[in-house]
């Protein structure tokens, strides 16, 4: 259900324009189903992080054929930290705007300063961000409070951060939940179309009885996927065979290689490499038994999920993403231990279990994924805070 308020004027500026934000800045983008007229300040350069931008042929208004209000600014960054966006002062100095929605990272210098002249100005100025995680030290945790206080309203991406946030002493009334989202619509369509392609894929690759695992994301530390080759290790000690498909790149892998070498699993794990086409990518997981993430999750949960995918990662939400928040445990996947292999060992072998039991199916996967992780309830929302700031007024 739309959120209409008329009348307004939104300025969004988001870390960057990733391509998979698209589908929700385009819902936000419909004027004449929404009522207020939104425009993104956002950079189109690729950055460091091996995060996905954009096309910048978006970047025309054209919202029929798939446009959005987008201009673009230039993120100032040292040792791939953005400190800040050039052009979001002046943004902020223009009388344009009514509302003011900033990316909030605390250690953007330009959102200070955009902030405390936007509320000068006379405008409600909001900030989009992940909250408080809970694991600050006293003098950050005093620091970002600092900062989240300038805002007239906070959109959050999960309720965990939400709940640190207002004990913190953050008003409970101008926080708002918007979770993430993918584009739902397509990757529907690419679900209903792809159950022969997984079947086929899965059937040419492994054999009937295998369990097969399969990690979708950067091959980075804090993904901490040397804990899921030594948890393969112990499985594949067990009567039931495990093999692992690892779908990425990153800085890891050569270590990871070499792990697996050195356990003697070069029979049982895939480099498949980096892949960023849900056509492709799609069937890969749906022939998935479970996906395994022993580090932060992240958009891993939701591309695994959204395809019926089970995913099991670490219990300690204070050093997750906030996507975790998608996997509920022994509907969707599992939570370890954090830091035990033999507990995540272990969560793997009882969700194997409620799979074979029917208990975890591919539906009971996508149910919070298409309940709570799209981009129309992201639109819904975003309204939802617009009308609040309107009420203010």
């Not at 002249?117 to 909250?131: A, D, E, F, N």
């Not at 960023?276 to 890969?284: G, H, Q, R, S, T």
């Not at 009308?387 to 203010?392: A, F, H, I, P, S």
């Amino acid at each position: 259900m739309t959120i209409k308020v008329s009348k307004l004027s939104v300025g969004l500026v988001p870390d960057r324009f990733a391509q998979y934000r698209h589908a929700a800045f385009k819902a936000m983008s419909d004027e004449q189903a929404n009522g207020y007229k939104l425009a993104i300040y956002a950079d189109s350069v690729e950055d460091k992080k091996g995060v996905v931008l954009l096309d910048s042929k978006f970047c025309n208004g054209d919202y029929d054929n798939g446009g959005v209000c987008w201009y673009r600014l230039k993120n100032i960054s040292i040792k791939n930290i953005c400190f800040w966006q050039r052009g979001l002062v002046s943004v902020a100095m223009k009388s344009e705007h009514d509302v003011m929605v900033y990316w909030g990272d605390a250690y953007r210098i330009s959102t200070w300063f955009a902030s405390i002249i936007s509320k000068l100005r006379g405008k409600k100025v909001v900030y989009w961000t992940h909250g408080v995680y809970g694991n600050e030290s006293f003098f950050k945790m005093a620091f970002r409070m600092t900062f989240y206080r300038m805002a007239h309203a906070i959109l959050l991406y999960g309720r965990f951060g939400r709940n640190n946030l207002v004990r913190q002493g953050y008003p409970e009334a101008q926080a708002f939940v918007i979770n993430n989202s993918l584009d739902c619509e397509q990757q529907n369509r690419i679900y209903s179309q792809s159950s022969d392609e997984a079947a086929a894929y899965r059937k040419m690759n492994y054999d009937a009885n295998d369990n097969v695992l399969v990690f979708v994301g950067r091959l980075e530390p804090p993904k901490k996927l040397h804990m899921l080759m030594e948890a393969l290790s112990q499985l594949n000690d067990s009567e039931q065979v495990f093999k692992l498909l690892v779908i990425g790149d990153g800085t890891e892998k050569t270590k990871l290689e070499l792990l697996v070498s050195n356990l003697g699993l070069a029979e049982r794990v895939c480099f498949y490499g980096a892949c960023y086409d849900n056509e492709i990518l799609a069937p890969m997981l749906m022939m998935a038994d479970i996906c395994v993430s022993p580090g932060e999750v992240g958009l891993t949960a939701m591309h695994s999920l959204i395809y019926g995918t089970p995913v099991v990662t670490h219990n300690k939400f204070s050093e997750q993403m906030p996507e975790f928040e998608a996997i509920e445990d022994a509907v969707s996947g599992g939570f370890y231990d954090y830091g035990s292999i033999a507990s995540l060992v272990s969560k793997i072998g009882r969700t194997v279990k409620l799979i074979n039991e029917g208990v975890i199916c591919p539906d009971s996967c996508r149910a919070s994924i298409l309940a709570r992780y799209t981009p129309s309830f992201q639109e819904v929302e975003f309204g939802k805070m617009l009308k609040y700031l309107n009420e203010e007024r």
